[in-house]
C-alpha cells in the first residue's frame, strides 16, 4: 500500500523523540573501537525539506523540532542530550536556517565513524531514489530497494558482531505490527545481542497498545541484555479517537545508560512538546 510519506511528519514530535534516541543509542556504540553495523530497515529519503508542501501542508515540524530551536533561540540552555541532537539539525541545514530536517540515514551518517556501516532499506520508489542519490558513494553505506522486514535477518550478525536495528515502519495497516515481532524475533535468533530500536504510534488500535507487551515477551525470552520502553504523550486523540497523541519506543537490549539519559530529558521534551495539560511520559527497564 505505499501511501504513507515521511515528508508530511518530518521533524514532528514523534521523530524528535526517535532521533533524539538514536543518538544516544550510535553514541554510546561509539564508546568502543570496533566497528558496527546500523541496520535501517524503513530507512525513509534521508532527509526532508520543510519548506515544500508536503511538510508545510500540517506543519508537524513546527510542534516538533522547532519547539526545541525555540527555546534555543531564547537563550534557554537545553539538556546535553538535547542540545547534541539540536546540533545535529542545525548541522545538517549547514548551520543556517532551519529548512531541512535529517531523516534517520542523515543521522546516522554524522555518527557512524569510517569502521561502521549502515544498510538502509526503503521500498517507497521515490523515497528509495532519493535515499539512494544521498547514500551513494558513501563509505561503507548502502540503500537497498527491499523490504526491510524481510532483509533484516540475512544482514545479521555482522562480521563485527556488534549491530543496531533501526525498525520505524509506517504502520499503515494492521500488518505492520506483528511483522515488527516476527521480523525482530528471527533477526535475534541469529544474532541475540542486536541493539534493536522499535518505534511506534501512540494511537486508539489494539495492535498498537499490544505492542510493547509482545516486544517485551519476545526480549524478556531471548535478549541478553534486557529491555527499555519510553513513550511520549503530547496530546489528546480527537473527538472520533484518531490522531496520533504520542510515540513509543521499544528497546531491545539497550545500552546500559540510556533508562538514565532519558530519565534526564524527558520532563523537558514532555513540558516543551506538550500540547495539552496531560501530556505525560513513560519510562520502563529491565535490565538483566
Ligand atoms: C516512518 S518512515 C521512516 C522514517 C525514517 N526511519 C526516519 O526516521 O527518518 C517509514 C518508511 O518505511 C517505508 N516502508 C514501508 N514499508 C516498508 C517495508 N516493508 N520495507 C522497507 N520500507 C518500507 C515507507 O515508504 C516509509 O518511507
Not at 158 to 186: F, H, I, K, N
Not at 226 to 242: E, K, M, S
Amino acid at each position: 500500500m505505499l501511501a504513507y510519506r515521511h515528508a508530511f511528519h518530518a521533524g514532528n514530535h514523534a521523530d524528535v523523540l526517535k532521533h533524539l534516541t538514536l543518538q544516544l543509542v550510535l553514541r554510546h556504540m561509539n564508546l568502543k573501537p570496533k566497528g558496527y553495523r546500523l541496520i535501517d530497515t524503513h530507512a525513509g529519503a534521508g532527509g526532508y525539506s520543510l519548506e515544500g508542501r508536503y511538510a508545510q501542508k500540517k506543519g508537524e515540524f513546527e510542534q516538533g523540532v522547532m519547539r526545541l530551536l525555540e527555546r534555543a533561540a531564547n537563550g534557554e540552555t537545553l539538556p546535553a542530550a538535547i542540545a547534541e541532537y539540536v546540533n545535529l539539525v542545525r548541522s545538517f541545514n549547514g548551520g543556517g536556517a532551519l529548512e531541512q530536517y535529517p531523516g534517520s540515514p542523515a543521522f546516522a551518517q554524522q555518527l557512524l565513524r569510517p569502521q561502521d556501516q549502515l544498510r538502509a532499506f526503503e521500498l517507497h520508489p521515490t523515497d528509495y531514489k532519493i535515499l539512494s542519490a544521498y547514500l551513494g558513494g558513501r563509505k561503507g553505506a548502502e540503500a537497498h530497494h527491499a523490504d526491510g522486514f524481510d532483509a533484516l535477518k540475512g544482514q545479521l550478525p555482522p562480521p563485527t558482531r556488534r549491530a543496531v536495528v533501526l525498525m520505524d515502519p509506517s504502520y499503515e495497516g494492521t500488518a505492520d505490527y506483528p511483522r515488527v515481532v516476527s521480523a525482530l524475533r528471527s533477526g535475534l535468533e541469529r544474532f541475540a545481542e542486536a541493539v534493536c530500536i522499535v518505534w511506534y504510534p501512540q494511537v486508539t488500535k489494539l495492535e498498537a497498545a499490544r505492542l510493547p507487551q509482545r516486544l517485551q515477551s519476545l526480549a524478556d525470552a531471548s535478549a541478553p541484555k534486557g529491555w527499555l520502553h519510553a513513550r511520549l504523550t503530547v496530546q489528546q486523540p480527537d473527538a472520533q479517537g484518531f490522531g496520533l497523541a504520542g510515540s513509543g519506543l521499544f528497546i531491545i537490549n539497550p545500552p546500559h545508560t540510556l533508562h538514565d539519559e532519558l530519565l534526564q530529558v524527558l520532563p523537558w521534551l514532555t513540558d516543551v512538546l506538550g500540547q495539552f495539560d496531560g501530556a505525560n511520559f513513560l519510562l520502563e527497564h529491565k535490565g538483566k
